[in-house]
């Protein structure tokens, strides 16, 4: 009964949300991806600031989001069958998007984390942290870019939107990566050794670390991409 039941509700959850073509659903999708990290975007920035309720504010806000997402997600994932000409694969398909929702699940981590312990970024690593966080939000901007893109492209069976504006895109995500990473070792390097608080010190090596991950995905969506136009 319990089982009928969770079916049940399932698909009572889902309803409303059966979308023209999986494409629609990558777009809704990738919408609430950019939903959300703005919001983190502003979380993190309240958080530096030392105002702590407003941050956690903004980081329930992005957990919400994660959750509609997931319901988005589910949707396409539910749908897709139906579903019988596509231009690409459907395990590439629902790859990408497995990957993509994942920058969701660490920005809802960084919020998560962050609440846990609510205290000033050490002066030693704050300069250090605000660049890092411009480059991971940078190359999330870049893969939204990319994802509206790349829904155009997929639309229009790849006959107008430019592989080579996709591939710039995903270019300038890797490079905010790599920028990103670059800044993430020179503040985990920095934190290793604060003797005075070895609790801030494993916190922000968490949160730098989920920070650093929310990039990684962005940029593996933007390989992904690449090599599903390069295989056509």
């Known amino acids: 009964?319990?089982?009928?039941?969770g079916a049940k509700y399932r698909r009572a959850s889902l309803e409303g949300m059966f979308f023209k073509s999986p494409f629609d659903g990558l777009r809704k999708h990738s919408q609430l991806i950019k939903e959300a990290t703005e919001e983190l975007k502003k979380g993190i920035c309240l958080y530096t600031e030392e105002n702590y309720d407003a941050a956690q504010e903004t980081f329930?806000?992005?957990s919400k989001l994660e959750h509609e997402a997931d319901k988005v997600k589910l949707a396409i994932r539910e749908n897709l069958p139906s579903f019988i000409?596509?231009?690409?694969?459907?395990?590439?398909?629902?790859?990408?998007?497995?990957?993509?929702d994942s920058i969701l699940d660490y920005a809802k981590d960084v919020g998560v984390l962050l609440h846990m312990r609510e205290e000033p970024i050490p002066d030693f690593v704050s300069e250090g942290f605000k660049l890092f966080s411009e480059k991971v939000f940078c190359a999330v901007e870049k893969f939204?870019?990319?994802?509206?893109?790349?829904?155009?492209?997929?639309e229009t069976s790849f006959g107008k939107?430019?592989?080579?504006?996709?591939?710039?895109?995903?270019?300038?995500i890797s490079q905010m990566?790599?920028?990103?990473?670059?800044?993430e070792k020179d503040i985990s390097r920095a934190l290793f050794n604060y003797d005075e608080s070895p609790l801030t010190a494993v916190h922000l090596l968490k949160v730098v670390d989920r920070m650093d991950a929310i990039a990684d995905h962005a940029?593996?969506?933007g390989d992904m991409i690449e090599s599903?136009?390069?295989?056509?």
């Open 60 to 62: 329930e806000k992005v």
């Open 177 to 183: 990566e790599f920028e990103a990473d670059k800044i």
């Open 228 to 232: 599903i136009l390069e295989s056509r």
């Open 144 to 154: 939204e870019e990319l994802m509206e893109a790349f829904s155009e492209l997929l």
């Open 85 to 100: 000409f596509m231009p690409i694969r459907r395990d590439d398909f629902l790859h990408l998007l497995k990957e993509a």
């Open 1 to 5: 009964m319990v089982l009928i039941m």
């Open 161 to 172: 939107k430019s592989k080579e504006d996709i591939k710039r895109l995903q270019g300038e």
């Open 219 to 221: 940029e593996n969506v």
